[in-house]
Nanobody
């Protein structure tokens, strides 16, 4: 079983920066995509950014140019650097990692970390 542990997040003023990180643990044979999603109460969860094993990235239009996703394959971690934060970025951010473990394919989610941007 692959588990994800998120860190970072918190409270910041509009225009500020935050970094959230996610570490995958367990017996991992390979990792395909790693990504971040977010959810605002009353709304559906949305993709923020994703990065593939070939370092191809996809960003939501709302965060392009402000957020940067990166991964460390040796440490099985994925990071999201968030700059020029806006109040509308306030949400619970979830890490997602998909790959292959000892028991076959996995698609794991973190517990979520709160990001709050004050105006």
């Amino acid at each position: 079983q692959v588990q994800l542990v998120e860190s970072g997040g918190g409270l910041v003023q509009a225009g500020g920066s935050l970094r959230v990180s996610c570490a995958a643990s367990g017996i991992i044979l390979s990792i395909n995509a790693m990504g971040w999603h977010r959810r605002v109460p009353g709304k559906q969860r949305e993709l923020v950014a994703t990065i593939t094993s070939g370092d191809n990235t996809i960003y939501a239009d709302s965060v392009k140019g402000r957020f940067t996703i990166s991964r460390d394959n040796r440490k099985n971690t994925v990071n999201l650097q968030m700059n020029s934060l806006k109040p509308e970025d306030t949400a619970v951010y979830f890490c997602n990692v998909a790959g292959k473990g000892l028991r076959g394919p996995f698609d794991s989610w973190g517990q979520g970390t709160q990001v709050t941007v004050s105006s």
